[in-house]
């Protein structure tokens, strides 16, 4: 049990397009989903903290209007990168906890390249 | 926030020798946990580890809390051990997650 998937695993768009990224908990039910961000050979670096109806909690240096989280449902956290750039190139991946008590469960991750 | 630090950063061992990883954690947590990155970026739970010490087959792992370390021990690697080890942290906000910056393996057969 306890299984996160992410969709897409891998995107490449162009400079200044838009690109959603889902993250789903397959087998429960989620009330707390994080996001995070890992570029090469370095750790992963936490973006925002997403719960179930309300908004998303963001770190500090991480652009909200740029980074847009939607936690819709228990099972279902949205990522939209806006107007991506060069720069936003990275591994983004999300995780997905039964409550604020709860162990994290890690998704695939989603390579992003923009170009 | 919580300082964590994970040593060595990098490790060559040969097939079958032994290893330990050391997570060095700045405050006080309620929540550790060890997990392995694979090459294609996945990351796989290894130990929820707060304190305390806990084995699953050739892993096992101690977590000395009031001492602000916990250790993770590869016995009998093998070449699928290879990947990047990442120690976290959890303090008092929730459950929310501070990551070492990791020690990569590589096993040579």
């Known amino acids: 049990g306890a299984v996160v998937s992410q969709h897409p695993s891998w995107v490449i768009c162009k400079s200044g397009t838009s690109v959603k990224i889902e993250c789903r908990s397959l087998d429960f039910q989620a009330t707390t989903m994080f996001w995070y961000r890992q570029f090469p050979k370095q750790s992963l670096m936490l973006m925002a903290t997403?719960?179930?109806?309300?908004?998303?909690?963001?770190e500090q240096g991480v652009e909200k209007d740029k980074f847009l989280i939607n936690h819709a449902s228990l099972t279902l956290s949205t990522l939209t990168v806006t107007s991506a750039h060069p720069e936003d190139s990275s591994f983004y991946i999300c995780?997905?906890?039964?409550?604020?008590?709860?162990?994290?469960?890690f998704g695939p991750g989603t390579r992003l390249t923009v170009l | 926030g919580i300082q964590v630090e994970q040593s060595p950063p990098d490790l060559i061992l040969q097939e079958g020798a032994n290893s330990t990883l050391r997570c060095n954690f700045s405050?006080?947590?309620?929540?550790l946990q060890w997990f392995h990155q694979n090459p294609w970026g996945q990351l796989i739970n290894l130990f929820y580890i707060p304190s305390g010490t806990k084995q699953n087959g050739r892993l096992s792992a101690t977590t000395v809390a009031t001492e602000r370390y916990s250790l993770l021990y590869i016995s009998s690697s093998q070449t699928t051990d290879s990947g990047v080890y990442f120690c976290a942290v959890g303090g008092a906000a929730g459950n929310k997650l501070t990551f070492g910056g990791g020690t990569r393996v590589l096993v040579k057969p």
């Open positions: 995780s997905a906890s039964r409550s604020s008590l709860d162990t994290q469960y």
């Open positions: 405050d006080s947590v309620n929540n």
């Open positions: 997403s719960n179930e109806g309300s908004k998303a909690t963001y």
